[in-house]
């Protein structure tokens, strides 16, 4: 991955959709974009989800 990749910029993406993909958005961070906007981030303190969603199961242990 490059060093320098955005959410609106994303070094893996779609041809057809260039701001949704992932990224690193840190040292030490996995990002992934939708539409330009982050939507999840992983870094070594855990993980950031952002948006609305609704989870079903499997979700334990955190805060969403």
């Known amino acids: ?3 320098h990749d ?8 779609f041809a057809s ?3 949704t993909g ?3 958005p840190g ?3 996995f990002g992934i974009s939708v539409n330009g906007v ?3 981030r992983a870094t070594t303190a855990g993980i950031v989800v952002t ?3 609704t989870f079903s199961q499997g979700v334990s242990g955190g805060t969403f």
């Open 1 to 3: 991955f490059p060093s």
């Open 51 to 53: 948006g609305t969603g």
């Open 27 to 29: 040292s030490n961070q």
């Open 38 to 40: 982050q939507r999840f």
């Open 17 to 19: 959709e260039t701001n």
């Open 6 to 13: 955005t959410a609106a910029n994303p070094s893996l993406n």
């Open 22 to 24: 992932v990224y690193r």
